[in-house]
């Protein structure tokens, strides 16, 4: 294999696609952002300096040059570090195309955003901007800011809700870490999902800030895929779809303390999609602020699935503000035919108070093959505002409940009366 030394020098005389190239024989070998093998060693960097500044690899902070390969170069360089080692990138506003940050490493890894990174509008192999891989020991902290204009692909977007269907890349998208603790950083305008973690363990999410219009087409703010034991504190997400989705395989996640709206609220799912998707487990939200948003507390999984489960799933502590739909179990989500066979129990709605837009305040909906057990609604005190907000109705709050196919156990004070028996 060539010397990492050469192989930079040849990257500085390349374009985005070659350079991309060479970050992959060093990876040795990531396919279409897949990890496939070991990576051989790079030289450590004579004096071992724990920081190393993009603009030290050409970066340039004006917004119009593309500084890609200064971020990959100083990658390489962080990653060889043997000892913890930090990519700074200053103050400044910085344009990027895709980047990959392939490992293993030698050491753990900090990128530091003081400035601001702005994504290039097309250029991109696989459907991420950012892609941290096959590292272990991460930290991504802030206080800056990943800009993904999104703005100028949103209009070509057409996926809604179909089951395939090709998003725009991801701002920013572990996969295969252990370890990763991201804080104080932004996300603007993501073209598609601001954030994805998947097949990552011990997460912690703490103080970042998520946005786009709620307009924008899938602009998810945190979607998870096979993540365990993950923790989401005290954030800020309002995008155009999920603030926060547990996805497939994820166990033992923590949601707390996080404000949501506008977007399509916090859900479990959607679920169900793939085959054979693994279960979902130990899901929890509470102390969550919700408002405007089109959906509130949702669990949703697609029709004509594998077998799968999804169990222990509790939210509690809520406000809401203007939430449409603010408790839900959707068993029929999406366009594909057939009952779904996603297995779902002992889930619990717990002090939600506010209010709601939606006369219906509690949908449960499951699926007729297997029908939802251990589903408790209790304590939650929603008040009727019409369906814009603004005036209570002239029928004072007292709305209704649907529930098909569950035995949903109700108690404490409600604010509507509650499903038959």
């Known amino acids: 294999m060539a010397s990492a030394r050469s192989l930079v020098a040849k990257a500085n005389n390349t374009n985005i696609g070659s350079l991309i190239l060479m970050v992959l024989v060093l990876g040795s070998c990531v396919d ?17 300096p724990t920081v190393f500044d993009i603009t030290t690899n050409g970066a340039v902070g004006n917004g119009a040059t593309d500084s890609s390969k200064a971020f990959l ?30 490992g293993p490493c030698k050491s753990k890894v900090t990128v530091e955003v003081q400035g601001t990174i702005m994504a290039t509008p097309s250029g991109y192999p696989t459907p991420e901007w950012f892609l941290f891989e096959h590292v272990d020991n991460v930290v991504l902290t802030g206080p800056g800011t990943f800009h993904g204009k999104g703005e100028a692909v949103w209009k070509a977007d057409g996926c809604g809700q179909k089951a395939e269907c090709n998003l725009p890349p991801t701002s920013l998208k572990f996969r295969n870490i252990l370890n990763l603790d991201i804080s104080g950083i932004s996300s603007v305008n993501a073209k598609a999902f601001h954030m994805f973690l998947v097949k990552t363990t011990n997460v912690n999410v703490q103080n970042i800030k998520l946005t786009a219009p709620a307009e924008s087409p899938n602009t998810d703010g945190i979607h998870l895929s096979n993540a365990v034991n993950v923790h989401i504190g005290d954030s800020l997400i309002a995008t155009g779809d999920d603030c926060i989705s547990v996805g497939r395989g994820s166990t033992n996640v923590t949601v ?10 916090l859900s479990v799912g959607s679920l169900g999609k793939y085959p054979n998707e693994e279960n979902v487990a130990g899901i929890h939200f509470k102390n969550c602020t919700m408002k405007d948003t089109d959906n509130g507390l949702r669990i949703k999984s697609w029709g004509g699935s594998s077998p799968s489960t999804a ?9 809401m503000t203007n939430v449409k739909n603010p408790i839900i179990i959707d068993q029929n989500y999406g366009t594909r035919g057939g009952d779904s066979r996603v297995a779902i129990s002992n889930v619990l709605f717990k002090n939600v108070r ?38 209570p109705s002239s029928s004072g709050g007292l709305v209704g409940s649907l529930c098909t196919n569950a035995n949903v156990i109700f108690g404490g004070k409600l604010s509507f009366p509650m499903c038959p028996k």
């Open 32 to 48: 279409n952002g897949k990890y496939l093998g070991g990576r051989r060693g790079l030289a450590a960097v004579a004096g071992n």
């Open 73 to 102: 170069n100083t990658w390489i360089q962080v990653c060889a570090s043997p000892v913890p080692a930090t990519l700074l990138v200053p103050k400044g506003d910085f344009l990027a195309g895709p980047v990959i940050f392939a």
């Open 256 to 265: 707390e303390r996080v404000t949501c709206g506008p977007g399509h609220g």
């Open 311 to 319: 169990v222990d799933i509790t939210f509690e502590d809520i406000m």
């Open 354 to 391: 506010g209010t709601t837009i939606t006369k219906d305040e509690v949908q449960i909906m499951c699926s007729k093959s297997v029908p939802c057990k251990g589903v408790s609604v209790v304590d939650v005190d929603l008040s009727f505002v019409g369906d814009k907000g603004g005036h």
